[in-house]
């Protein structure tokens, strides 16, 4: 079973900034990538950022590009969402997610797993 322990999560202003922790706990398993998801009060789930794990592609919604960096400490297990000029809209609980694959039988099947999830909200 995979941990992804979130942290970073909160209240700012509008123009403000925050930036999201999501570390990797007790995994033996390969990661191929780390994604970002957000979800607002009654709207659905909705992906923010993601980074492949060897590489580092990143890749963003149009709505946060040029305000959200993904990032990757490898030797810590951890990924990173650096938000700046934060919106109203971005209010909503962040959760963090990994893809990772085990082995079943030497067959590898891939499998999703999520964090908790933290609150980022904004407002004046």
């Known amino acids: 079973q995979v941990q992804l322990e979130e942290s970073g999560g909160g209240y700012v202003q509008p123009g403000g900034s925050l930036r999201l922790s999501c570390r990797v706990k007790?995994?033996?398993?390969?990661?191929?990538?780390m994604s970002w998801y957000r979800q607002a009060d009654g709207k659905e789930r909705e992906l923010v950022a993601s980074?492949?794990?060897?590489?580092?592609?990143?890749d963003y919604a149009d709505s946060v590009k040029g305000r959200f960096t993904i990032s990757r400490d490898s030797a810590e297990n951890t990924v990173y969402l650096q938000m700046n000029s934060l919106k109203p809209e971005d209010t909503a609980v962040y959760y963090c997610?990994?893809?990772?694959?085990?082995?079943?039988?030497?067959?590898?099947?891939?499998?999703?797993?999520w964090g908790q999830g933290t609150q980022v909200t904004v407002s004046s």
């Open positions: 997610s990994g893809d990772f694959t085990t082995y079943y039988n030497l067959t590898p099947v891939g499998f999703r797993s």
């Open positions: 007790g995994s033996t398993y390969r990661n191929s990538a």
């Open positions: 980074i492949t794990i060897n590489g580092g592609n990143t």
